[in-house]
Structures are given as structure tokens and as C-alpha cells.
């Protein structure tokens, strides 16, 4: 290892004097192991909940959400009644649906919505629209976008997959 650090030592990485400082003991080269492992498993686990909300994301706009319910109404809707896409358009042309295309172009830009300042979205003012129906600029949406009880997961589950596309 020492021999290896000295090569790269002599690539400009490190000087000489520096590569002594970082002679590891035997027993600690397997706690460096084991540290080395923990962390890769840490970052597999991130990446593997990161991919789970992406799909929950899509889920719920495309397919339909399981257990949603309009805020202020307790009951489940029917999971076809709730997916996003019966009324925001799927793909790119914002003029061809009845509500306006969802992606990060659309939701992160500046630009004035409803006769507002510009103003764009993040997860939290998204979690506020779809809660309140209350617009990053502090505009109210009009009735035809339903306001919606939903969890802080499924919310950002939303903004992960909206801003993905
Ligand atoms: C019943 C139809 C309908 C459904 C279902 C619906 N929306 Fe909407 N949504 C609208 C309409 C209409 C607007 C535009 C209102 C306006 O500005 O006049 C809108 C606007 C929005 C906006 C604001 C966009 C902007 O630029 O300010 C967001 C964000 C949004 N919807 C997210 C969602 C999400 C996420 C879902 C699914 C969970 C969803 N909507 C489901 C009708 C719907």
C-alpha cells in the first residue's frame, strides 16, 4: 500500500514526507475495510430508496393513487379517479391538455402563474399547492386542480418524480 501511495506520490498526488503519515497498522487496514464496506452499503441503500420514490412518484401520476383522499373528506377515491394525468398532460405540449404539462422545466423556472409575481416550485410549495391549493406566489389555483391529503412521503415521492421528467 505504502509502495502504491509512493507512486502515486511521485504522480504529484501527495509529497514524500506525507506518504509516512500514512503507514495503517495491520489491524486497522480491516476496520478501513470494514468502513469502506459500510459506507458502499450506505450509499446502495440511499440510491435503492431514492429508485423506490421515483417509482411511488410515478405511480401516482400515472397509474393511479392508493389510499388518497381529497383534503377535508376522509374516504378513499377510486384509484383511477386520482392519477394526475387524467388532466395534466403526460408529454411536452402544455396547449394540448386541460391543465399544464409537469416537469422541471415547467415547475423549477421562474415565471408567472395566474397573474402572480414569478414565482417557481420546490417540494415544500408543492406539498402547499397540492394540500391547499395555494400557488408558490401565494396565488389561489383555481377548483379544477383538486386539493389532496397528502403524506409527506408520497409528496415528496411527487416532486422527485415530477422534477425527474
Ligand atoms: C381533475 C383534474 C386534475 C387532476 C386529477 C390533477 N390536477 Fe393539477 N391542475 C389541474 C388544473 C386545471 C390546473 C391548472 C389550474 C389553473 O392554473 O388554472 C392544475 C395545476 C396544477 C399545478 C400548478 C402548476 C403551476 O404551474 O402552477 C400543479 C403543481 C399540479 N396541478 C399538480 C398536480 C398533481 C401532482 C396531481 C396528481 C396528484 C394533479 N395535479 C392532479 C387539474 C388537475
Not at 404539462?101 to 402547499?128: F, M, V
Request: glycine residues 8%.
Amino acid at each position: 500500500m505504502i509502495e502504491r501511495l509512493k507512486r502515486y506520490a511521485v504522480a504529484g498526488w501527495y509529497k514524500p514526507s506525507q506518504v509516512q503519515d500514512v503507514r495503517v497498522p495491520a489491524g486497522g487496514r480491516w476496520i478501513l475495510l470494514l468502513l469502506s464496506l459500510l459506507l458502499a452499503a450506505g450509499a446502495v441503500v440511499q440510491q435503492w430508496r431514492e429508485h423506490q420514490r421515483l417509482q411511488r412518484g410515478q405511480l401516482i401520476y400515472q397509474q393511479g393513487w392508493p389510499g388518497a383522499n381529497l383534503a377535508g373528506d376522509d374516504s378513499s377515491l377510486p384509484e383511477l379517479a386520482t392519477r394526475c394525468v387524467n388532466c395534466h398532460d403526460a408529454g411536452s405540449s402544455a396547449q394540448s391538455a386541460f391543465a399544464p404539462a409537469l416537469n422541471a422545466a415547467a415547475l423549477r423556472q421562474l415565471h408567472p402563474r395566474r397573474g402572480g409575481p414569478p414565482s417557481r416550485y420546490d417540494e415544500s410549495s408543492l406539498c402547499k399547492l397540492l394540500r391547499e391549493g395555494v400557488d408558490p406566489a401565494w396565488v389561489q389555483i383555481p377548483r379544477a386542480m383538486p386539493r389532496y391529503n397528502v403524506s409527506d412521503e408520497d409528496c415528496a415521492a411527487l416532486w422527485r418524480y415530477l422534477v425527474s421528467r
